[in-house]
């Protein structure tokens, strides 16, 4: 079975003086019930270069949890580990999705600005687009509301302008502001769009 590897956020335990990496049980779920071997990544950036040379992954996944640093999060060695994912992702030609904050990596990546939106939290809403219409979940704080450049492009859209789903026009690599994992049962939508990245008919 191939892998993908995926990223955790970070928790400050005061309690202990500790950072602790850590996730959300439905993710590994969700990337085996799509037909992948899961394995998390810590947050440390020379480390996951590491892995991703060792492992040789099939795809990489940037999960949802922390604000980038640059908006008010309060983990930028987070930060540092997505962005050495995606160049890494690039260079190596390995399929990437980002999924709420993942996407938010994604969109500064390549040079993007995230805005405080209001009504996207702890809520399913529309989207529509190329793909048509769906109902999504919703738990994020910030958002894009248009591209800069155009090597991403949008796929679909919040009724309220924010943009929910982009691709890269050459590259695998996609993102969602929406949870995967917390559908139950997970979404066709969403184990479709992981294969496709992997390049399954």
Known sequence: MEIIVFTQRVELVSAYQEKRDCADQRIAGFIKASGYLPVPLPNDACIVSEIIYELKPAGIILTGGNSLARYGGNAPERDKTDRKLIELAIYKNIPLYGFCRGMQSVLDFFGNDLVNVQGHIALRHKITGREGTAVVNSYHN??????????????????????????HREL?????????????????????LIKKLMGEK
Not at 144 to 161: H, P, Q, R, T
Not at 172 to 185: C, K, L, N, S, Y
């Open 142 to 167: 910030q958002g894009c509301m248009s591209l800069k450049n155009n090597e991403l492009e949008v796929v679909m859209k919040a009724e309220d302008g924010v943009i929910e789903k982009v691709q």
């Open 172 to 192: 695998p690599v996609a993102g969602t502001m929406w949870h995967p994992e917390r559908e139950h049962p997970f979404c066709e939508m969403d184990q479709s």
